[in-house]
């Protein structure tokens, strides 16, 4: 352990000067007030930057995220489906897998934070940005369709850095959309390796060691031992590429989203004379809330902040995944996607911040927000009860694990044109970054890809409002072609 220590403190002494200097550019925040005054709050432009994207694609779109919802359902039902489209993957497997890439800490820890600091209310705000958000996805994954690549062997490449270098180049605009797409990709490779993997594998393999009696248990010592085994099964699933990611994806989302909710509703049920008041904590604090930092802005922006972290909508990350779907209309994988945002945030998020406000877990100055505010709701219900978020935790960062894999490959992809070779490379890169992720903590390394991961959104969300046009004609074509009767819904029986 104390050779472990050392590692860790000169791999955080090198990278942190770079890490705190992009953190501090991608995290920049405006101050209004003076620290310690009532009033005072900081608002990161990251967020501003996100959650505007996502409010002009709700009205610029028509409000599909809520007229399309029905539509979104029947395509992911396969009620749409023809299995002689170009493409990987079933509409289903693509969001079981785009799902997978952003359900995951953030919606155990990430929430807890946002309600200690923000009260009840922010939770209001977070599904507020999380129906918001529903419309960048939308936006981001039909574009991903449109403008894929698809190779000899029936393979196929897609996302951000194809229609920013592509579709800006057909507007006039192609020496802009070159670099938009190198930036993006350099970007995705360093949130994949970091925020994608190294954090999760480090908060996966802390689970494990605390709930096998923590620095005095058996794991202890072992965590590179955890990392190997991690590694060993996140390369057993992507050596073969996005159809074997799919089909794990398509089994783990179901089974983790069961599980975890449905531990969420057995603390609701337990604790369930307390509802209507968590309820009215939660409307009354998002309008007036009271010794909250910033009043309503404050708790405003905590939830946009959770929100947005939370399913990644502007980031582009998704559109990746979706981009490998069976279909030759790109507005149906646009519908699909604006599931993410309600899966994510407006359901997974939300339990997460009931099952908190209802216990009463987050005013308790004795436990650290975070998993541990999650935990302690938890155990309201049985002391064994927290055992059910370990085996959560190791899921989702599983799953997130394997689907930044993807990303991070097709990014690399791009840079090497499409090179099988490179990718290769990248994947047990990868996986090396996994045991290391599980061993040492790396705090700054971990800072540095989450810069990464949301510098991202700076170069995808100029595109999305480039190509704004774009985006509109091909949904509202797809529209009308569905009320025309040109796509019969397949019959699910025969």
Known sequence: MVRATSIDDTINEAVSPVANFISGIIFFSVKIGEPGDPAYVEIPIIVVWLI???????????????????????????????????????????????????????NIAGVAVAVSLGGPGATFWMILAGL?????????????????????????????????????????????????????????????????NMFQANQATTQLVNITGGEAGPLADWRFAVGIVFALGVGAVIIGGIKSIARVTEKIVPIMAVLYIGACITVLVVNFTAIPDAIGQ????????????????????????????????????????????????????????????????????????????????????????????????????????????????????????????????????????????AELVFKVIFCVFTVIGASLSLGPVIDFSDSMIFAMSLANILGLYFLARVIKREITQYRAKVKSGEFAMVDQDH
């Open 52 to 106: 505007v994207a996502a409010a002009f694609f709700t009205v610029y779109l028509g409000f599909q995220n809520v007229r399309g919802f029905k539509h979104a359902i029947d395509l992911v039902r396969g009620k749409y489906s023809d299995p002689k489209d170009a493409g990987e993957v079933s509409h289903f497997q693509a969001l079981a897998t785009a799902v997978s890439g952003t359900v995951g800490l953030g």
């Open 132 to 196: 918001l958000g529903m419309s960048t996805k939308m936006a981001e994954c039909t574009l991903g369709v449109k403008y894929r690549k698809e190779r000899p062997d029936g393979s196929v490449s897609g996302g951000p850095m194809y229609y920013l270098r592509d579709g800006l180049a057909e507007i006039g605009h192609k020496r802009l959309g070159k670099f938009l797409a190198v930036f993006f990709s350099i970007c995705c490779i360093g949130g994949a390796i970091g925020g994608g």
């Open 282 to 421: 939660i409307f009354v604090g998002a309008f007036n809330p009271e010794g909250i930092a910033g009043g309503v802005i404050g708790v405003l922006i905590q939830g946009f902040r959770r929100a947005a972290f939370s399913n990644e909508a502007g980031v582009g990350s998704a559109s990746i995944a979706h981009s490998a779907v069976k279909t030759k209309e790109p507005a149906t994988e646009g519908f699909v996607s604006l599931l993410e945002p309600f899966i994510d945030t407006v359901v997974i998020c939300t339990m997460t911040s009931l099952a908190i406000v209802i216990t009463g877990t987050w005013t308790d100055p004795n436990i650290e927000a975070g998993v541990e505010t999650t935990s302690a709701a938890f155990g309201t219900v049985a002391p064994w009860f927290p055992f059910l978020l370990a085996v959560a935790v190791i899921l989702f960062a599983f799953s997130t694990m394997i689907s930044w894999s993807y990303y991070g490959m097709k990014a690399t992809g791009y840079l090497f044109k499409d090179s099988a070779k």
